[in-house]
């Protein structure tokens, strides 16, 4: 059993692409929706495949932890009976052609994580940029799209240390709480990778200049208070 786990806010752009292109390979979908506003959730309520939304409801801005959600669509997914999870952002995809390797990548035992190459669409599905490393980022840098085997230990860790380890760096260091952006390799499974080249995965943040311009404003400011 094959369950994507979609993580959404705001993403009503490209969502019935996503959950169209996840539709046609994946057994299941979980997703877990961070405050949208827009009709992302009634978009996803449209989709067959959608077994389970989690929706969450921010207290403010500053109420944003990645790891607490992928742990959530890591519970959402393993009630689906999931033995594989590919974690991935609604603004992001996998190549076509893992529809033609993934029972290659969920039937071998050496490995319980597969990383795939990240490319970004440069404000069109036709073009991609490859001159800088921050559009074309090699396998083993790229946690986001990831596929993952279910294991009971399976477990993403907060980046950013505990809520006790925040504390001693506020009383120590004056360092002011922030939101819990990004991930690490998850925990309790086995540390090595298959690595994948073939198979691409696509982030299509970079479709709409306006829409990457606000996101990329609002990490910056979340950074530096």
């Keep these: 059993m094959l369950v994507a786990a979609l993580r959404v806010k705001n993403e009503e752009w ?4 996503t959950l169209s292109c996840l539709s046609d390979f994946c057994d299941a979908i979980v997703c877990v929706d961070d405050g949208s506003s827009d009709e992302s959730v009634a978009i996803m309520k449209s989709y067959e495949k959608v077994r389970s939304i989690h929706i969450n409801h921010p207290k403010n801005y500053r109420d944003i932890d990645e790891p607490r959600d992928w742990n959530k669509l890591t519970e959402l997914a393993t009630a689906c009976d999931a033995e594989w999870i590919l974690y991935l952002d609604a ?12 029972s290659e990548y969920t039937s071998q035992d050496d490995y319980d994580v597969v990383r795939f190459r990240k490319i970004t669409p440069w404000f069109s599905f036709n073009k991609y940029r490859s001159d800088m490393p921050r559009f074309n980022h090699p396998p083993e840098n790229v946690l986001n799209p990831i596929l993952v085997r279910q294991v009971p230990s399976l477990k993403w860790d907060n980046n950013r240390g505990s809520f006790f380890k925040k504390l001693l760096k506020f009383a120590i260091r004056g360092e002011k709480f922030k939101p819990n952006y990004g991930r690490v390799f998850p925990s309790g499974v086995k540390n090595n990778a298959l690595l994948s080249d073939d198979v691409v995965s696509l982030h299509y943040n970079f479709l709409d200049f306006n829409k990457i311009l606000r996101k990329q404003l609002f990490y910056a400011i979340r950074e530096r208070e």
Aim: aromatic letters at 6%; a negative charge; hydrophobic letters at 45%.
């Design 91 to 102: 603004d992001e995809m996998v190549s076509p052609n893992i529809c033609k390797r993934i």
């Design 14 to 17: 490209i969502l019935d692409f």
